[in-house]
C-alpha cells in the first residue's frame, strides 16, 4: 500500500500515514489530476495506491483521469474522498461534494463506499485495500456518533439492517445513517415501526436487502448528503422500478 495526497494530507489524515511511512507517501502538490495519473502508474507497477483529497476535489477535477487512465483499465486504484457533503461547513461551497455519487458510479468498475462512522470507516479501508478494482470511499469531515461495533460484521456490496421493522424502511449511507436512526427511534413513538438499513456500499449495491425490505415494508424512504440526483436515492429507485415497483 501507498499514499498520495493533493496538498491536502493533513486536513485529510493521510499525514499519520505520511509520518508512518514516509517512503510509501507521494505528495504531488496541488495538482489532482497529475495525482491519479501518478496513482494509476503506482497502480500498474504492482502497487495499491490511495490516492486523497478533499472529495470534490479528487472526484469533480479528476472525472477524465478516473475514467480513462484508471476505470478503463480496471486499475487497483483507491479513491479516498474526505470532507465530503454538506457538512464540510466553514470550508465553503467549492469544497462541498453534493455530485460525487453521481459521477463515481456511472464510472465503469468503479466501487461506491459510504461510512456510518469512524469503525466502519476504518473497516473499508481495510477491506478496499483487499479488494480488486477500483474503489471510491467518501468520508466526511465533521465527528458522528458511533453507532457500529468493532464486532459488526462488514463486507463490500452486503447491506447492515441497523433496526427491524415491518411498516417502512429508511435506507441511509454516511453521516445520514445516525439521523435515520433517530428517525427511526420518533415513529416508534408513534406506533410505527420502521427498518433502517446502512447502505455503505451504493455500488455493487445490495439488491437482495432492497427488494425484500420493499417487500416485507411496502415502502421505502432514503436518506443521504448528497443531491437526490443520480445518488443512492437513484440507485435504490433503479432497483425497486426494475425488481418490486
Same mark, same amino acid.
Given at each position: 500500500? *501507498? ?6 494530507? @493533513? ?22 489530476? @497529475? ?12 502497487? &495499491? ?58 464510472? $465503469? ?5 459510504? $461510512? ?15 479488494? %480488486?478494482? %477500483? ?9 458522528? $456518533? ?32 445516525? /439521523? ?10 408513534? @406506533?410505527?415501526?420502521?427498518?433502517? &438499513? ?12 432492497? *427488494? ?13 448528503? /448528497?443531491?437526490? &440526483? ?13 425488481? /418490486? %415497483?
Amino acid at each position: 500500500v *501507498v499514499a498520495l495526497s493533493g496538498d491536502l494530507e @493533513d486536513s485529510a489524515r493521510a499525514i499519520w500515514f505520511k509520518k508512518q511511512y514516509p517512503d510509501r507517501f507521494f505528495s504531488v502538490g496541488i495538482a489532482e489530476q @497529475d495525482m491519479i495519473g501518478t496513482a494509476a502508474g503506482l497502480a500498474l507497477a504492482g502497487k &495499491i495506491p490511495f490516492a486523497c483529497s478533499f472529495s470534490q476535489f479528487v472526484t469533480g477535477k479528476t472525472l477524465e483521469q478516473l475514467r480513462l487512465a484508471v476505470c478503463y483499465q480496471n486499475l487497483n486504484v483507491k479513491i479516498a474522498g474526505s470532507h465530503g457533503g454538506l457538512s464540510v461547513g466553514a470550508d465553503g461551497a467549492t469544497a462541498e461534494s453534493l455530485e460525487e455519487f453521481t459521477h463515481m458510479r456511472a464510472l $465503469p468498475n468503479m466501487t461506491v463506499i459510504v $461510512p456510518c462512522d469512524a469503525i466502519e470507516a476504518k473497516k473499508a479501508t481495510i477491506a478496499s485495500a483487499d479488494y %480488486p478494482g %477500483p474503489v471510491f470511499l467518501r468520508l466526511g469531515r465533521n465527528p458522528v $456518533p458511533m453507532i457500529t461495533k468493532e464486532s459488526d460484521p462488514y463486507e463490500i456490496g452486503r447491506a447492515s439492517v441497523l433496526r427491524s421493522g415491518d411498516d417502512v424502511t429508511i435506507v441511509a449511507c454516511g453521516v445520514m445513517v445516525t /439521523h435515520a436512526l433517530q428517525a427511526a427511534e420518533a415513529l416508534a413513538r408513534e @406506533d410505527i415501526h420502521a427498518r433502517v &438499513i446502512n447502505l455503505h456500499t451504493i455500488k455493487p449495491i445490495d439488491r437482495a436487502a432492497l *427488494v425484500a425490505a420493499a417487500k416485507e415494508t411496502g415502502a421505502v424512504v432514503t436518506a443521504e448528503e /448528497h443531491t437526490v &440526483i443520480g445518488g443512492l436515492g437513484s440507485a435504490v429507485g433503479e432497483v425497486l422500478v426494475q425488481a /418490486h %415497483p
